[in-house]
């Protein structure tokens, strides 16, 4: 006579394991060293049973205190940021945008001059 399956767990979901999320999220796992929203989202990882970020999106455990940051995302409203602040941070962007333009457009006119000179 066959055992009866355990209550609460569904035995057709494949066992995900916590070695298995780090090899399939690599970066989460190395973030989750060092922060507890991604600890936080690896763990839903594993607790949703496929190891799938849908699943972890679609969790309706609301009983858990997890829950609410579930998604590797503190609830609620983000920072809020008086005109200044926004300007400096406006600021800030576009030199950093524009630091990036000028650094692939050096890129690409290295990469021209090696076609020219026979180096591609």
């Known amino acids: 006579m066959k055992p009866a399956p355990k209550e609460g767990k569904d035995r057709s979901v494949p ?15 190395k973030r989750a060293e060092s922060s507890p929203l991604a600890a936080i989202k690896l763990h839903c ?9 849908g699943e972890v999106d679609r969790c309706e455990t609301a009983g858990c205190p997890l829950h609410p940051f579930r998604m590797g995302r503190r609830p609620g ?3 809020q ?10 600021d800030r962007l576009a030199a950093a945008r524009a630091a990036r333009i000028a ?18």
């Open 77 to 79: 409203p983000g920072r």
């Open 81 to 90: 940021l008086t005109e200044e602040q926004r300007k400096a941070a406006g």
């Open 103 to 120: 650094e692939d457009q050096d890129m690409d006119d290295d990469a021209a001059g090696d076609e020219v000179w026979g180096r591609a």
């Open 45 to 53: 990882l594993d607790c949703a049973g496929e190891g799938t970020i």
């Open 15 to 29: 066992e995900v394991t916590v070695a298995t999320l780090r090899a399939k999220y690599p970066g989460l796992a």
